[in-house]
Protein backbone atom coordinates (compact mmCIF):
# COMPACT_ATOMS: atom_id res chain seq x y z
CA UNK A 1 0.00 0.00 0.00
CA UNK A 2 1.64 3.72 -1.30
CA UNK A 3 0.28 5.42 2.10
CA UNK A 4 1.93 8.77 2.60
CA UNK A 5 0.81 10.58 5.76
CA UNK A 6 2.26 13.77 5.41
CA UNK A 7 1.17 16.17 8.50
CA UNK A 8 -1.39 14.69 10.63
CA UNK A 9 -5.37 14.78 10.61
CA UNK A 10 -5.52 18.32 9.76
CA UNK A 11 -3.86 18.28 6.75
CA UNK A 12 -4.81 14.48 5.79
CA UNK A 13 -1.97 14.28 3.06
CA UNK A 14 -2.58 10.52 1.69
CA UNK A 15 -1.34 9.14 -1.49
CA UNK A 16 -3.27 5.60 -1.33
CA UNK A 17 -4.54 5.76 -4.83
CA UNK A 18 -2.31 8.03 -7.28
CA UNK A 19 -3.64 7.02 -10.21
CA UNK A 20 -6.64 8.56 -9.78
CA UNK A 21 -7.61 12.16 -10.45
CA UNK A 22 -10.06 14.04 -8.85
CA UNK A 23 -12.00 16.60 -10.20
CA UNK A 24 -13.15 19.78 -8.74
CA UNK A 25 -16.93 20.22 -8.08
CA UNK A 26 -18.06 23.74 -9.91
CA UNK A 27 -18.03 27.02 -7.41
CA UNK A 28 -21.14 28.35 -7.45
CA UNK A 29 -20.90 32.18 -6.46
CA UNK A 30 -22.19 32.80 -3.30
CA UNK A 31 -22.48 36.76 -3.56
CA UNK A 32 -23.40 39.14 -6.05
CA UNK A 33 -19.34 40.85 -6.25
CA UNK A 34 -17.44 40.16 -9.09
CA UNK A 35 -15.06 36.79 -9.04
CA UNK A 36 -12.07 36.89 -10.38
CA UNK A 37 -11.94 34.97 -13.83
CA UNK A 38 -9.62 31.16 -13.53
CA UNK A 39 -6.35 31.68 -13.52
CA UNK A 40 -4.95 28.26 -15.19
CA UNK A 41 -1.38 28.03 -13.89
CA UNK A 42 -0.51 31.57 -12.82
CA UNK A 43 0.04 32.37 -9.55
CA UNK A 44 -1.49 31.79 -6.17
CA UNK A 45 -2.75 35.40 -5.11
CA UNK A 46 -1.05 37.30 -2.86
CA UNK A 47 -3.64 37.24 0.39
CA UNK A 48 -3.22 33.16 0.71
CA UNK A 49 1.05 33.60 0.86
CA UNK A 50 3.31 33.35 3.51
CA UNK A 51 3.39 30.57 6.23
CA UNK A 52 0.43 29.02 8.31
CA UNK A 53 0.12 26.61 10.90
CA UNK A 54 -2.67 25.29 13.07
CA UNK A 55 -4.29 27.90 15.32
CA UNK A 56 -2.24 26.12 18.08
CA UNK A 57 0.83 25.67 16.54
CA UNK A 58 4.06 27.27 17.34
CA UNK A 59 4.73 28.45 13.44
CA UNK A 60 8.38 26.86 13.72
CA UNK A 61 9.71 24.69 11.02
CA UNK A 62 9.10 21.67 12.98
CA UNK A 63 5.80 22.28 13.38
CA UNK A 64 4.19 19.21 11.48
CA UNK A 65 1.43 21.12 10.51
CA UNK A 66 3.03 24.33 9.02
CA UNK A 67 2.57 24.56 5.32
CA UNK A 68 4.03 27.75 3.53
CA UNK A 69 2.75 29.09 0.41
CA UNK A 70 4.71 30.41 -2.34
CA UNK A 71 3.45 31.95 -5.90
CA UNK A 72 4.64 28.67 -7.59
CA UNK A 73 4.79 26.18 -4.86
CA UNK A 74 3.84 24.73 -1.29
CA UNK A 75 6.19 23.53 1.24
CA UNK A 76 4.44 21.00 3.62
CA UNK A 77 6.12 19.55 6.85
CA UNK A 78 7.61 16.72 4.95
CA UNK A 79 6.39 17.28 1.28
CA UNK A 80 6.77 19.94 -1.41
CA UNK A 81 3.97 20.55 -3.89
CA UNK A 82 4.20 22.62 -7.30
CA UNK A 83 1.26 24.27 -8.28
CA UNK A 84 0.18 23.06 -11.36
CA UNK A 85 -2.87 24.96 -11.78
CA UNK A 86 -4.44 27.40 -9.79
CA UNK A 87 -8.38 28.47 -10.21
CA UNK A 88 -9.58 31.26 -8.15
CA UNK A 89 -13.16 30.65 -7.39
CA UNK A 90 -14.03 33.82 -4.96
CA UNK A 91 -11.39 36.49 -3.14
CA UNK A 92 -11.58 34.31 -0.23
CA UNK A 93 -10.95 30.54 -1.72
CA UNK A 94 -8.89 29.11 -4.83
CA UNK A 95 -8.09 25.22 -5.58
CA UNK A 96 -4.55 24.53 -6.51
CA UNK A 97 -3.87 21.26 -8.39
CA UNK A 98 -0.17 19.95 -6.81
CA UNK A 99 2.45 18.01 -8.23
CA UNK A 100 3.76 16.35 -4.74
CA UNK A 101 6.95 14.87 -4.10
CA UNK A 102 7.85 13.51 -0.68
CA UNK A 103 9.38 10.47 1.24
CA UNK A 104 10.21 9.27 -2.21
CA UNK A 105 7.14 9.16 -3.39
CA UNK A 106 5.27 11.27 -6.36
CA UNK A 107 1.89 11.80 -6.65
CA UNK A 108 -1.35 14.63 -7.67
CA UNK A 109 -4.03 16.19 -5.36
CA UNK A 110 -6.17 19.37 -5.66
CA UNK A 111 -6.40 21.01 -2.16
CA UNK A 112 -9.27 24.35 -1.63
CA UNK A 113 -7.63 26.97 1.07
CA UNK A 114 -10.75 29.46 2.18
CA UNK A 115 -9.86 32.40 3.66
CA UNK A 116 -11.20 33.80 7.18
CA UNK A 117 -11.13 36.46 9.92
CA UNK A 118 -10.11 38.91 7.72
CA UNK A 119 -7.50 36.75 5.98
CA UNK A 120 -5.59 36.22 9.15
CA UNK A 121 -7.34 32.29 9.13
CA UNK A 122 -6.95 29.67 6.76
CA UNK A 123 -8.64 26.45 5.62
CA UNK A 124 -7.67 23.37 3.53
CA UNK A 125 -10.17 21.19 2.66
CA UNK A 126 -9.86 18.02 0.59
CA UNK A 127 -11.32 17.37 -3.15
CA UNK A 128 -12.31 14.89 -4.96
CA UNK A 129 -12.17 11.30 -2.56
CA UNK A 130 -9.64 13.31 -0.32
CA UNK A 131 -11.94 14.44 2.42
CA UNK A 132 -10.67 15.02 5.95
CA UNK A 133 -11.75 17.17 8.60
CA UNK A 134 -11.09 20.75 7.96
CA UNK A 135 -8.43 22.41 10.61
CA UNK A 136 -7.95 26.15 10.24
CA UNK A 137 -4.74 27.11 9.97
CA UNK A 138 -3.23 30.79 11.31
CA UNK A 139 -0.93 32.88 9.69
CA UNK A 140 2.42 32.63 11.17
CA UNK A 141 4.31 36.11 11.42
CA UNK A 142 7.30 36.06 8.62
Known sequence: MRCLLVTSAA?????????EKAAAPE???????????????GKVPAAFLGVWDYVKGS???ASDLRIEI???????YEAHGDI???NVESPDTVV???AMDGEGEQW???RRFTLSNGGETLTPTGMG?????????KRCKS
Open 108 to 110: AMS
Open 27 to 41: ATPTTSAAIPAPSQA
Open 59 to 61: CEP
Open 11 to 19: MALSACSQS
Open 84 to 86: TKV
Open 96 to 98: LDL
Open 70 to 76: KPDAIEF
Open 129 to 137: EEKFEPMPL
